[in-house]
Every structure is written in structure tokens, then in C-alpha cells.
């Protein structure tokens, strides 16, 4: 990721004046995760996985996420830098997966697997935290917490 995106992932929380902007890019790769267990059937739906650029973490969601442009978002933001290829992108989701999926003899009960859609809807997008006072939230998720201070401190 050599410039950063312009197109935000979906908000739940909205800024308002006075918030301080913080942009951490992403990848955004569509999938399909097939389940199956030893008292199920064998279920596939399609999930969007989210890989964190600047962490490597991911996050595994339900349905399509569409990243959007946002024109209303100001200028000065603080965006991340990115530190994950998007060669690598595939390896944080597929193992995001994995840590959900159950170990050892559970396995057997209950299984999930990652199958990536290669094509050109793969994209990148910004994911947007909102630092309003001593709280910081997640304008994808809505999640707040009271962890703001500290992120301060670290960008």
C-alpha cells in the first residue's frame, strides 16, 4: 500500500466537531467460509475479511462490506502507516480463521475453513477511530472504550 486509500470502510459512529480523526489502513478481501460439523451440515457463506495494514490483525465479518467515500470526513487526519504487503493480507485472515475454528478433539465437531474470491473487488480502505475525549471509538463497529489517552500517547 504505497498511498493511502480514499475510500472509508462503512460508519456506524459518525465525527462530530472537536473529535480528533485517526485512519488506519486496510484490506478488505471478500470470501467464502464453508462450516461443517459432525451434527451439521455443511453451510457456506460469504464473509468479508478485514485485514488490519498497520497491525496485521483480522477480523472476519459477515455479508459484503463495500468501502464507500466519505466527503464530510475533514482533512487532518492522522493516518497509519501501513506495514503489511498485500501478499500477507491472505495469511492474516486465513489465520484468523484458524484461531476461531475449534482445536484438538473439538475440531471434529466443528470446523470452519477460508476460501478467498480472487477478483478485482478486492480493494483497500481506510478504517476510521474517532478520539472524543477520553473515549475512543471505532466508527466501523461502534465499540467505544476508555483507551484514548493511551493511543494519544502512541501516535
Do not use: Q
Given at each position: 500500500?504505497?498511498?493511502?486509500?480514499?475510500?472509508?470502510?462503512?460508519?456506524?459512529?459518525?465525527?462530530?466537531?472537536?473529535?480528533?480523526?485517526?485512519?488506519?489502513?486496510?484490506?478488505?478481501?471478500?470470501?467464502?467460509?464453508?462450516?461443517?460439523?459432525?451434527?451439521t451440515r455443511l453451510t457456506i457463506?460469504?464473509?468479508?475479511?478485514?485485514?488490519?495494514?498497520?497491525?496485521?490483525?483480522?477480523?472476519?465479518?459477515?455479508?459484503?462490506?463495500?468501502?464507500?467515500?466519505?466527503?464530510?470526513?475533514?482533512?487532518?487526519?492522522?493516518?497509519?502507516?501501513?506495514?503489511?504487503?498485500?501478499?500477507?493480507?491472505?495469511?492474516?485472515?486465513?489465520?484468523?480463521?484458524?484461531?476461531?475454528?475449534?482445536?484438538g478433539w473439538k475440531r471434529g465437531?466443528?470446523?470452519?475453513?477460508?476460501?478467498?474470491?480472487?477478483?478485482?473487488?478486492?480493494?483497500?480502505?481506510?478504517?476510521?477511530?474517532?478520539?472524543?475525549?477520553?473515549?475512543?471509538?471505532?466508527?466501523?463497529?461502534?465499540?467505544?472504550?476508555?483507551?484514548?489517552?493511551?493511543?494519544?500517547?502512541?501516535?
Amino acid at each position: 500500500m504505497n498511498e493511502a486509500p480514499k475510500k472509508f470502510l462503512p460508519l456506524k459512529a459518525a465525527p462530530e466537531a472537536g473529535d480528533r480523526l485517526v485512519a488506519v489502513p486496510c484490506y478488505v478481501l471478500y470470501a467464502n467460509m464453508a462450516e461443517r460439523g459432525l451434527f451439521t451440515r455443511l453451510t457456506i457463506r460469504e464473509v468479508t475479511a478485514v485485514v488490519d495494514a498497520s497491525r496485521g490483525t483480522a477480523e472476519i465479518i459477515n455479508g459484503c462490506v463495500e468501502p464507500c467515500e466519505i466527503p464530510e470526513i475533514p482533512e487532518d487526519i492522522k493516518i497509519l502507516p501501513a506495514r503489511l504487503k498485500p501478499s500477507e493480507a491472505e495469511g492474516a485472515a486465513l489465520a484468523a480463521a484458524a484461531a476461531a475454528s475449534p482445536r484438538g478433539w473439538k475440531r471434529g465437531l466443528r470446523h470452519s475453513d477460508l476460501f478467498f474470491k480472487h477478483s478485482d473487488k478486492n480493494s483497500s480502505a481506510l478504517r476510521l477511530y474517532i478520539i472524543r475525549g477520553p473515549l475512543l471509538i471505532d466508527a466501523f463497529s461502534g465499540e467505544s472504550s476508555g483507551a484514548a489517552s493511551l493511543i494519544e500517547f502512541l501516535i
